[in-house]
């Protein structure tokens, strides 16, 4: 599989519920990011967590990374219909300045 | 808006075409990224620069070429190109290389291509 690949690869659900994506990645990092693209659009930054942080909020969303397992999920809580989109994660593998992004996952908020 | 801005939004052209799409960025960074994003594929790095100097060319083929006159804009100049090579065409900035909390890349809208 690919380093960071999100999984599930779409997620549908109503307005107000929570949202959950998760990332696996396989080699050692230095940092993990998520990010979000709106259909057709750039990658929008969301959140960095470092390798000796577990967890981290940013407003609606709480990161976690475990890197004992080499994961990490994404949870977007009390969703809109403007949270629509495809959300990445993406690993450094170590290096200084490539990331690796996996495919994504889709997520659909109906109102 | 993220500061990084890309032309054209879209482009249609054919396979014997030469044509250049452009990348500037309004945030005094000091690397540019370019990456390319097709259908159900991750996104592929293509090349990096750093300080105008090129630090990654991802086996990209010669068909693409890039071009970094200074810190703000980034080319990537397009000839002979094949019908795979239809894709979302992303630049990125971020504040260096190697450089702690310079890890976050910050992208343009991308241009949409197609190759006919």
Known sequence: SQQGEEDPQALSIQEGENATMNCSYKTSINNLQWYRQNSGRGLVHLILIRSNEREKHSGRLRVTLDTSKKSSSLLITASRAADTASYFCATDEGSNYKLTFGKGTLLTVNP | ?116
């Open chain 2, 1 to 116: 808006e993220t500061g990084v801005t890309q032309t054209p939004r879209h482009l249609v052209m054919g396979m014997t075409n030469k044509k250049s799409l452009k990348c500037e960025q309004h945030l005094g960074h000091n690397a540019m990224y370019w990456y390319k994003q097709s259908a159900k594929k991750p996104l592929e790095l293509m090349f990096v620069y750093s300080l105008e100097e090129r630090v990654e060319n991802n086996s990209v083929p010669s068909r693409f070429s890039p071009e970094c006159p200074n810190s703000s804009h980034l080319f990537l100049h397009l000839h002979t190109l094949q019908p795979e090579d239809s894709a979302l065409y992303l630049c990125a900035s971020s504040q260096g290389v190697g450089l702690a909390g310079s890890e976050t890349q910050y992208f343009g809208p991308g241009t949409r291509l197609l190759v006919l």
